[in-house]
């Protein structure tokens, strides 16, 4: 069965600094990767999705992603964070159980921005 | 707006009484899920269901039930049975594109307390 590894429990950065926050997977054949944001006391937002194609994916409020096949990774970035970018960030990764599909999720790593 | 409605946003019951909670969707998605949320544990999937009349177990259904009679409804109760209730519970749907899993929308979740 998949399974999703973010490393951080926390990561906290200043205002306008860069930030990196990884996510590693186990190897499979076919994967299908996200990254979710959950702000305070409500549900996730999907930031980004890699099905195929480009390693590079784009997403909202400037975030990106690369997927990395060889290091079974898939970090996410943003060069330069606000205030506003204070939240939870989930990474996941679908996994096939018997006739359907299932996400599943890492154990998140909360981002604090300090001014 | 098309999405996913879950009421109530806050919860309280007693020790002993099964609780139902709502989800609504307009988006016209076949799969419909329910995640329970722990502090520092990611989510973790209750129940899933792929289209009307068909559900499956997730990885933590113990405790709970849930129905699909309509498309847009996925409620979900939990009973006296389950040991720790108290926690976030988030419904998601998404489309199901050629029998693969496509992202998931989230509700605003529900925030259960049981003392």
């Known amino acids: 069965a998949q399974s999703v590894t973010q490393l951080d429990s926390q990561v906290p950065v200043f205002e306008e600094a860069p930030v990196e926050l990884r996510c590693n997977y186990s190897s499979s054949v076919s994967v299908y990767l996200f990254w979710y944001v959950q702000y305070p006391n409500q549900g996730l937002q999907l930031l980004l999705k890699?099905?195929?194609?480009?390693?590079l994916v784009k997403g909202i409020n400037g975030f990106e992603a690369e997927f990395n096949k060889s290091q079974t990774s898939f970090h996410l970035r943003k060069p330069s964070v606000h205030i506003s970018d204070t939240a939870e960030y989930f990474c996941a990764v679908i996994s096939r159980m018997d006739s359907s599909y299932k996400l599943i999720f890492g154990s998140g790593t909360r981002l604090l921005v300090r001014p | 707006d098309g999405g996913i409605t879950q009421s109530p946003k806050y919860l309280f019951r007693k020790e002993g009484q099964n609780v139902t909670l709502s989800c609504e969707q307009n988006?016209?998605?076949?799969?419909m899920y329910w995640y329970r949320q722990d502090p520092g544990q990611g989510l973790r999937l209750i129940y899933y269901s792929q289209i009307v009349n068909d559900f499956q177990k997730g990885d933590i259904a113990e405790g709970y039930s849930v129905s699909r009679e309509k498309k847009e409804s996925f409620p979900l109760t939990v009973t006296s049975a389950q040991k720790n209730p108290t926690a976030f519970y988030l419904c998601?749907?998404?489309?199901?594109?050629?029998?693969?899993?496509?992202?998931?929308?989230f509700g605003p979740g529900t925030r259960l307390t049981v003392t």
């Open positions: 998601a749907s998404s489309i199901v594109l050629a029998g693969a899993l496509d992202e998931q929308y």
């Open positions: 988006l016209n998605h076949d799969a």
């Open positions: 890699y099905l195929s194609g480009s390693t």
